[in-house]
C-alpha cells in the first residue's frame, strides 16, 4: 500500500544496526528477531552499555548486524559466557542470541544452569525446528512427523524421541524470573514478541534474574516452502506443540511498568 503522506517517516533503520545488508534467507525471521532487539535496546537508551553474546548456527550473524560489543561463545556455550561477562561487569546489559539446534542440544545443560542459578541475563532463543545453517538436520526442536534432511521419512517419536519444550522446562527452576513464548509469524504476534523482549531486558535492568524469550521463527530454505508457505506451515503446525504464552513471571517482574 502506498503511503498517502510521503513526508510522514514510517520505517527507519535503528540507529544501532551497522550497514551491513541482512544475509539471512528470504522468508527467515531471524532478521526480524534482531531487528526487535534493536528497536528496545535504542527505546531504552542503554546500548552504550550493551554486550551481546553470538552462539554457533545462523544466530552468529547476529555480531554483524549491531554496532556494539559483542563476543563470540563456542556452540552451546553462550549462557556459560554471558555469565562470565555479567559476573565480571555487572553494570552492562549483557544477552545471548540462540538458536534452538544450540541452546536446546548441545548447549541445553548451560542454559538449564544459568536458568537455575537465576543469572541475571536476558536470552533470545530462535525456534525453527532444525539446524538451520548446517543443513537442516533434525534438531530437539523438531516436530513429530516433520521430515529434515536427518529424518526423511519424518521425526519417528518411538526411537527418536520427542521435541524438547525449552520455556516450559525453564520455567519449573526457580532462579528463572521471566520465561515466555512468543512468536513471529504476522504483524500483532510480532508486536507481542517485541513487549516480551523489553520486559525481558527490563527484568535484568532490575536485577531481577533470569529472563528467556523464546520466538518461533520460520525456515524457509530447509522446510522447503516459500516464504508465505512458511508462516502458514508455522502456524498451523508450530503453536499446537509449542504453545503461545508466559511460563514464568515472577510478582517482581510482574510489577515492572513496562
Known sequence: ????????????????????????????????????????????????????????????????????????????????????????????????????????????????????????????FVNNTNYGMTGGQMAPTTLPGQRTSSSPNGRDVETMGFPIRTAELLATNTGSSYVVRRSLHDPKNIRLAKKAIRTAFETQAHGLGFSLVELLSTCPTNWGVSPADAQRWLEEHMLEYYPLGDYKVSSAVADLKV
Open 1 to 124: 500500500m502506498v503511503n498517502p503522506n510521503p513526508e510522514q517517516l514510517v520505517y527507519t533503520r535503528p540507529a544501532i544496526f551497522t550497514e551491513l545488508p541482512n544475509t539471512f534467507c528470504p522468508g527467515c525471521t531471524h532478521g526480524i528477531a534482531i531487528r526487535l532487539v534493536a528497536e528496545v535496546l535504542e527505546e531504552m537508551k542503554v546500548t552504550d552499555h550493551t554486550i551481546g553474546v553470538a552462539s554457533v548456527g545462523c544466530s552468529v550473524f547476529a555480531y554483524d548486524f549491531f554496532d556494539f560489543d559483542f563476543v563470540q561463545a563456542p556452540h552451546g556455550r553462550a549462557p556459560a559466557m554471558a555469565t562470565g561477562v555479567k559476573r565480571a561487569l555487572p553494570d552492562r546489559i549483557v544477552f545471548t542470541y540462540q538458536g534452538d539446534g544450540d541452546l536446546a542440544s548441545i548447549g541445553m545443560g548451560e542454559i538449564v544452569a544459568a536458568s537455575a542459578r537465576g543469572e541475571n541475563i536476558t536470552v533470545i
